[in-house]
């Protein structure tokens, strides 16, 4: 089985150019081929014409013996200096009564005794002709009628000549256009796909090392620019996602380095020498403790992870915010009462979704909000339905979070300062968890923080989307 290689889009244009171009030379070269045959055409029957009447009227003088007698040379007197021209007159009974250049007729004509009608066209001895033949009608000597055919032809040898060697000149033109056209569309075509060939070679050469290279827009053609800035955004989301992924193992690291240093240093020490009961339950309280916070990292992890991949539940129970906004502020009250804060929780609203990933959601900004408020001051907590969504915002008075700080406020392992890392222990997937958990029902989480006053707002539809979930 035979496989033919494809043509390249460049090639395939080019034939396109190539083809069109040389369709309309060709349209064109008809035209104006058939226009000049039928010009010339009309300018060889007029000059037929013309002699037939010159000939006609010479006759219709020649009604007298002696004019008879003279007609002859009358013709060739008529006819001098027209060497292209041949005249063949017959009396009534076929004789041929006159030539002019006789050779120039068709054999067929010279021997018939009646010409045909219409105009006539032949090669003759290497020469192209054209004739037009004629019955004319006469008054005899006596006064009766007799009748004489004339036949006129033109040597239009000349004329034909130059029509063939147009038309050559022509076809070689079509021909010469077309291979231009397709030159001229190869280069046009290669310059305009030269993007789509920068787009293969940086796609080539992509590595995580080269993600920060981009394709000039300016120099890019319309048809290609969306392609471009495609591609462009692709190369951007890659970079971005790629330095998410390092910025995410280089955190986890550094926060798994603490607890597990920890970990070796109490161990070590612990095992210097021989210590007490009491110095080794110490010791293993104080593991248990680092334990207990790697196992938290490892179980937010796990759960950013699943949000990640689509792998959260999806159930769907009606869920009174404000209720649980109450109860996670009276589970806090203690946390509240030690830190000198008030919690006051104001609206209504329900929606469907999981209550007890809302209520983590809540819980995380509370905790969040309770750690970093200022002593005295009271932490708000609205809830509203403004029909088409709900509203739920968490507004506390502390340190303000830095502008340029706000947009990845929610990144994971990202913490807005580090004055505000004094303030709790956190790993900083708190605020993760709580956009990962909120997107998972469809709606939008967001910060405003200026003035000392900070606050994070989350907007929920009334119903959330089925999703499909993985098991």
């Known amino acids: 089985m035979k496989f033919r290689m494809p043509l390249s889009l460049t090639a395939r244009l080019a034939l396109l150019f190539a083809l069109v171009a040389a369709s309309l030379l060709i349209l064109i070269g008809v035209l104006l081929g058939q226009a000049v045959e039928g010009h010339f055409g009309e300018i060889d029957d007029h000059e037929l014409r013309g002699k037939l009447v010159l000939i006609e009227n010479l006759l219709q003088r020649a009604n007298t013996p002696l004019a008879r007698e003279q007609l002859p040379q009358r013709l060739d007197e008529a006819f001098v200096g027209h060497d292209g021209i041949a005249v063949l007159l017959r009396n009534g009974a076929g004789v041929v009564s006159y030539a002019l250049h006789p050779t120039s007729f068709e054999d067929e004509l010279l021997a018939r005794g009646q010409p045909g009608s219409g105009v006539s066209r032949w090669k003759k001895n290497g020469s192209y002709y054209v004739g037009r033949a004629k019955t004319v009608r006469l008054q005899g000597p006596e006064g009766m009628m007799e009748e004489a055919s004339v036949a006129v032809a033109l040597d239009v040898t000349h004329h034909t000549k130059f029509l063939e060697a147009t038309s050559i000149r022509l076809w070689l033109g079509i021909a010469l256009a077309a291979i231009i056209a397709a030159l001229l569309g190869w280069w046009v075509a290669h310059g305009g796909l030269a993007p789509l060939r920068r787009v293969t070679a940086i796609a080539s050469g992509l590595s995580a090392e080269r993600l920060g290279e981009r394709l000039k827009e300016g120099d890019a053609p319309v048809e290609v620019r969306e392609l471009v800035d495609a591609f462009n955004g692709m190369l951007g989301r890659l970079e971005s996602a790629f330095q998410r ?33 009491d110095e080794y339950r110490e010791v293993l309280t104080s593991n248990l403790e680092e334990y207990q916070r790697i196992a938290r990292m490892v179980t937010d992890m796990l759960f950013l ?26 589970f806090y009250e203690a946390l509240a009462e030690e830190r000198d804060v008030s919690v006051v929780v104001r609206g209504e609203a329900t929606i469907s979704g999981d209550r007890l990933m809302l209520r983590r959601a809540i819980s995380n900004l509370l905790s969040n909000a309770l750690r970093h408020s200022r002593p005295g001051s009271t932490i708000e907590i609205d809830v509203a339905d403004q029909g088409s969504h709900v509203t739920l915002g968490v507004r506390n008075r502390g340190d303000t979070i830095p502008v340029d700080q706000q947009p990845r406020i929610f990144e994971r392992f990202h913490r807005a300062s580090a004055e505000r ?22 709606g939008e989480v967001d910060v405003e923080s200026a003035n000392g006053i900070t606050e994070f707002q989350i907007l929920l539809p009334h119903t959330v989307a089925n999703r499909p979930v993985t098991d």
């Open 245 to 277: 992924l390092s910025d995410f193992s280089a955190d986890i690291a550094h926060e798994l380095r603490t607890p597990i240093s920890n970990l070796m240093t109490q161990t070590a020490v612990s095992l210097s020498r021989t210590r007490s009961e």
């Open 421 to 442: 890392q004094h303030h709790g222990e956190g790993a900083g997937l708190g605020l993760a968890i709580t956009r990962s958990i909120v997107q998972a029902h469809g």
């Open 305 to 330: 992870a699943k949000a990640d991949n689509g792998r959260l539940p999806n159930p769907n129970e009606r869920v009174a915010l404000a209720n649980e906004a109450r109860a996670l502020a009276e």
